[in-house]
């Protein structure tokens, strides 16, 4: 009787493969600033990168197209007066970046489709509330539209089509370093300077599972949520070796693994896929990318393989499952930052069939928002709306966020009310005749500003033709 000794896995020979050198984007002034960011962003439209700037900080949104030297002249998104920190794509809109930075603001901004003309200077909103610098921002996972900044120890969650805070959280004594929700986005995780581990309800306002030193180590750490609901960190241990681990957030008192990895200064960025339970970890200043799987079978983490490279990196970028090519099997590509450029780093798992492979492309989360952000504060839980990859993904063309601001001196709650009901109350309202008179002007004014948009788009497309030299 014989009995199988080797693991089995339809990700065992996951192996990965640099883009060839015309794929590469050349160029680009990655970001000296110190902080342990990821420093790039991408998603199935664009690559984002922070980049060095004078008088500010400074983020390349480019699009995935654009390969090859980059003009030196490309029109960067210039808006904060501070180096930026962090970015991250909204996950519901693959045209809507969120930027923090040291100037103390969060910035959402709407790249266009098109080559722009000229610096981005104005987000769509700017999420003011922080005293000291926006460390981390991080999107709501089904649909909420609000996302999370927190630095000054201090966490606030934003309905970004208002512009308002929702919640403020303040149970954190010292530098938060990162910040990752659960799947249905009804919890999240944080790690912290004060080497605790947390896991806070936000619409309850409180802590409900901390841990004390999941790794032993003072240097910075980094927590993810797994699809199951446990959590995969990475930290160092008291003699500065590196260490990854992973938990039950409902017992901490013993971890499900602990395992120490090698000896480095490196923070160890973790990107996670939940279709597939990899997990990816990238070290600032390594030229290695190793990936493990997790299953619900000891050892519970399994190492896979590594990918080894020359060059060590700055930062990387991890790209969303819609955006990768299902007829070459690749089931995660990252983006690497170099000194002055940034390469796609493909990860495949071999197939001998050109058919679409159902068990390595289940279905994914789309981009359809599953919740409203008052329904979701409400106490609403729902999971991602998930696509099918099958037949490949095509992202939709841009839609215009439009954020609707609110008078921050009216502090009763917004309700609807009708004209009638307005010019009828104790007799001293306006009469009926003036205000539907006000508001006719007002649509004649909105009819003729979105017109006005569209000739101003227009005329921007055909100078951008001009300006690439297609026309």
Request: with cysteine; net charge negative.
């Amino acid at each position: 009787m014989s009995r199988s000794i080797v693991r089995q896995s339809k990700f065992r020979h996951v192996f990965g493969q640099a883009a060839k050198a015309e794929q590469t984007y050349d160029d680009i002034r990655v970001s000296k600033v110190t902080w342990d960011s990821s420093f790039c962003a991408v998603n199935p439209k664009f690559l984002a990168v922070i980049v060095e700037s004078s008088g500010g900080g400074a983020i390349l949104a480019l699009a995935l197209s654009k390969t090859g030297r980059l003009d030196k002249n490309y029109p960067l998104v210039v808006g904060h007066t501070g180096p930026v920190l962090d970015i991250d794509w909204c996950p519901h809109d693959d045209n809507i970046l969120a930027s923090g930075s040291e100037d103390c603001t969060a910035m959402v901004w709407q790249i266009p489709d098109h080559v722009p003309v000229r610096p981005l200077t104005e987000p769509i909103v700017t999420l003011e509330g922080h005293s000291k610098r926006v460390g981390v921002v991080s999107w709501h996972p089904t649909g909420v539209t609000a996302n999370t900044e927190q630095d000054d120890n201090l966490i606030i969650i934003w309905n970004v089509g208002t512009g308002e805070p929702l919640i403020s959280m303040d149970n954190h004594p010292d530098l938060i370093y990162s910040v990752s929700w659960n799947r249905n986005g009804s919890l999240f995780c944080t790690t912290c300077k004060d080497r605790r581990l947390r896991v806070c309800d936000p619409r309850r306002r409180e802590v409900v599972a901390e841990r004390l030193a999941p790794h032993e180590g003072i240097r910075p750490m980094r927590a993810i949520f797994t699809r199951e609901g446990n959590i995969f960190t990475t930290g160092f241990t008291r003699m500065s070796q590196r260490e990854l681990g992973l938990w039950d957030p409902t017992n901490f008192d013993e971890p499900i693994v602990l395992l120490e990895m090698d000896t480095s200064n490196g923070v160890l960025l973790p990107f996670y896929d939940p279709d597939t339970n990899i997990v990816y970890l990238c070290g600032k200043g390594d030229s290695s990318i190793r990936y493990f799987e997790i299953t619900d079978e000891p050892p519970y983490v399994h190492y896979i393989s590594t990918y080894s490279s020359k060059e060590p990196q700055r930062g990387m970028g991890f790209m969303p499952k819609r955006g990768l090519d299902v007829s070459k099997c690749e089931i995660a590509r990252l983006y690497k930052l170099h000194e002055r450029k940034c390469e796609p780093i493909m990860m495949t798992v071999p197939r001998k069939s050109d058919l679409f492979q159902d068990d390595l492309y289940p279905d994914t989360a789309g981009p359809e928002p599953a919740l409203e952000p008052e329904e979701w504060l409400e106490g609403r839980d729902a999971d991602p709306v998930l696509v099918s990859l099958r037949g490949g993904y095509v992202p939709p063309k841009s839609r215009e966020l439009k954020v609707a601001k609110k008078n921050v001196l009216d502090s009763r709650p917004a309700t609807r009310r009708s004209v009638s009901s307005v010019s009828s109350r104790d007799g001293s309202g306006l009469p009926p005749q003036f205000v539907e008179k006000l508001l006719e002007e007002i649509q004649s004014l909105k009819a003729t500003v979105l017109a006005q948009e569209k000739r101003i788009c227009d005329l921007e497309n055909k100078l951008s033709k001009y300006t690439n030299g297609t026309a």
